[in-house]
Structure formats: C-alpha cells, structure tokens
C-alpha cells in the first residue's frame, strides 16, 4: 500500500517568512495529492491540491509542487501570518474513478511567530 | 451550517461497553468516508460507502467495528468491547463524484476516550 512521509515534524517561522513542508510518498500510481490544515479542535481543511498532470500549482499565497520522477511534493506558504498556524498534512491517493482512499503524512506543526 | 456534522463530540466509556458515533454528510454527496486519527498522527482511513453501498474497509477496522449508512445518507460507526487502544479521534468526511474531482469535506471529529 502507499506509504506518505511528511517533514519537518515542527516547523517555526517569523511572520511575514516563507515556510515549506515537505513529503514523499512510495505509490508510483497515485495521481493526487491534497494538502489540509487542521486548527485545534476541528477536522482537516483542504487547502490546496494537485493531481500528477500538472508540475505546479499555486493560489494566492499557498504554492504546490510535485516531482513525479522523485516521488515528491512540496507546500511553500509565502508571506506567513499568524492565522496559519496550525497543523499541516499531505495526502496521496489513487483515483480511477472510484473513492479516492487518501493516505495521509504525520503532519507538521508550523508556528508563525509575531 | 451545511458542512459534515458528527455527533457527539467527545465520548468517555468504559474498557468493554459498546459506542456509537454519527455522521451527517454534505446533503448532495454520495460518498462517505470515515479515518481514525490518534495523537500527533494523520488520518487513517477506515472505511467508505458510495451511497448505502460499504465498497472497502480497511485492515484496520477489526470484527468489533461496524459502519453503515442505511438510506444513503447519515451514518453510524459502533464500536463494539471498546479498548483502549480505541481511544481517538474518528473523523467523518463527505464527497461528491463529480468527472475527476473528489475533494474529501471533513467533519468535527468524535474524541473516543476509552477508561
């Protein structure tokens, strides 16, 4: 089955820096990749995501990457604020046509100090 | 609030009684999923049902757990002799099939804390 590693494990930054969140997943056929934020308390958010047909994707201030040769994919949130502190998790799954399973990464705890 | 809805929120039991948790999915969605999430880890996946259909249960929900969604709808997840290695969060998430997408709406959470 597919197998998602996620780093760092913690993550602190300044506000106004760029943070990056990384993970590798072990499926050569999973084709989508969704990234979630999830505050205390509440269930995962999705945030962003992408699918193996394209190399980049970007909205506002979030950005994803994803190097299918290397098997993995990258979130870099730029201009941080303190609202974006909160738990991060990449997923990977399959889709043909039925219920994409995701598998998820042990998440990364970013912190956006003032 | 139109979002996935779980009830209750949190569920203290005893080692060995049984419990039952809820899920309402986003109305037009056809999918339901539900993952388990332990402390400091990402969820996993437990089971989904297309509709009323149960097409796929993980390895991880054992004899003692039983999912089902009886009119395509709602949803309930009973844990049977609860442990405690049962204690977690169980987290409920809706989708609609629609060409390529199936972005995953994820509820609240039930916390499950087993004594």
Known sequence: GENVEQHPSTLSVQEGDSAVIKCTYSDSASNYFPWYKQELGKGP?????????????????????????????????TETQPEDSAVYFCAAAFSSGSARQLTFGSGTQLTVLP | DTGVSQNPRHKITKRGQNVTFRCDPISEHNRLYWYRQTLGQGPEFLTYFQNEAQLEKSRLLSDRFSAERPKGSFSTLEIQRTEQGDSAMYLCASSFQRGGSNEQFFGPGTRLTVL
Do not use: C
Not at chain 1, 47 to 72: C, F, M, P, W, Y
């Open chain 1, 45 to 77: 958010q999705l945030i962003i995501d992408i699918r193996s047909n394209v190399g980049e994707k970007k909205d506002q201030r979030i950005a994803v990457t994803l190097n299918k040769t290397a098997k993995h994919f990258s979130l870099h949130i």
